[in-house]
């Protein structure tokens, strides 16, 4: 099996080829249908999945019911792989936004790997430094940023991982997402992101093409991003 071309942060994305594919060679492949759970938050860690095709989002609920997407992972990415290795139960839910292929590798089995290549427990603490960084920065921007920054950085954040530039400096972000969907990513109320939403396409910093929001000045939500 080949490493995909693209990979998330997760704990195997830096892994060299040969260990990549060693490990998922042998993964059982599973297809999702739209909105199908893949797990919920409390089931057994038993594994992870590589996503091959498709998207999962990744949420938690709150004990009022709110629903906060902590991630929206596409081909390339592996979800599950923390409970997998500790063995505790799931911390988040994931469930398929769309029709989706994934691949399963057992804790059993992830074990058995690393006991015939114990070399990639020095990456899997590479990636979990990096992890701890990047919370760091989540809890930042959630305790500092103003309201158009948490979606400004939304953005930025889908279109580093699903953009594309069709020219002229514009990304355009290939994935359908609703305005809940943002809200969701954000923390904030959905009428605060129509409201921040609907001030930027009046301002040209962002558009609608075909569902899809495309980013027409990436510079002005970079400074609305920072701290």
């Not at 605060?192 to 093409?209: A, D, G």
Request: net charge positive.
């Amino acid at each position: 099996m080949r490493k995909p071309a693209r990979a998330d942060n997760n704990l195997f994305a830096e892994l060299p080829a040969p260990l990549f594919a060693g490990l998922f060679d042998a993964a059982r492949p599973l297809r999702l249908s739209a909105d199908q759970m893949l797990f919920l938050v409390g089931d057994a860690g038993d594994g992870c999945y590589l996503v091959e095709d498709g998207l999962l989002k990744v949420t938690v609920v709150s004990p009022t019911g709110g629903e906060r997407i902590l991630a929206i992972l596409g081909p390339g990415a592996v979800v599950g792989e923390l409970s997998m290795i500790d063995g505790a139960p799931r911390s988040s839910s994931v469930c398929a936004v769309r029709e989706s292929a994934v691949r399963f590798v057992s804790r059993g089995d992830f074990q058995a790997f690393g006991e015939r290549h114990p070399d990639i427990y020095r990456h899997i603490v590479s990636v979990l430094a990096k992890r701890l960084r990047d919370t760091n920065l989540v809890v930042v921007a959630a305790s500092f940023l103003s309201l158009k920054g948490r979606v400004a950085r939304a953005l930025i954040t889908l279109a580093e991982a699903f953009g594309n530039d069709v020219g002229g400096g514009r990304i355009v972000i290939r994935q359908k997402l609703s305005q809940g969907d943002l809200a969701a990513m954000t923390g904030i109320a959905r009428e605060n992101v129509s409201r921040i939403l609907n001030e930027w396409k009046r301002l040209r910093i962002i558009s609608r093409l075909a569902s899809y929001y495309c980013l027409e000045q990436r510079a002005v939500l970079e400074r609305e991003a920072e701290l």
